[in-house]
Nanobody, 117 residues
Framework: QLQASGGGLVQAGGSLRLSCAAS????VGWFRQAPGKEREFVSA????????YYSDSVKGRSTISRDNARNTVYLQMNSLKSEDTAVYYC????????????????WGQGTQVTVSS
């Protein structure tokens, strides 16, 4: 069972750390969906943390990591922009991380991130 948390209201240029409670057995991906837009890939990490993936839109501003002892995956987002405003979802799948949402079997409820300019 996935649980995403850590969203909130932040000013542009600020930072947030999202958390996803997920078993260490699974690769975890973060996706986001803004109003009126399709869900898009943000970042993913393999179950062991060996491979990490970022979208071009967040690369250089975000860091994904995992603490398998705590069954938690983190997404640290820095230098937030208004276009980062969205509901963020974490998802899980066995095997490797993926940029494709349809390859994930399990989804958590979203957490709202709002960046004010």
């Amino acid at each position: 069972q996935l649980q995403a948390s850590g969203g909130g209201l932040v000013q542009a240029g600020g930072s947030l750390r999202l958390s996803c409670a997920a078993s260490a057995r699974y690769a975890v991906g973060w996706f986001r969906q803004a109003p009126g837009k399709e869900r898009e890939f943000v970042s993913a990490v393999d179950w062991g943390g060996g491979n990490i993936y970022y979208s071009d839109s967040v690369k250089g501003r975000s860091t994904i990591s995992r603490d398998n002892a705590r069954n938690t995956v983190y997404l640290q987002m820095n230098s937030l922009k208004s276009e980062d405003t969205a509901v963020y979802y974490c998802a899980a799948r066995l095997g490797l991380g993926s940029r494709r949402s349809y390859e994930y079997n399990y989804w958590g409820q979203g957490t709202q991130v709002t960046v004010s300019s």
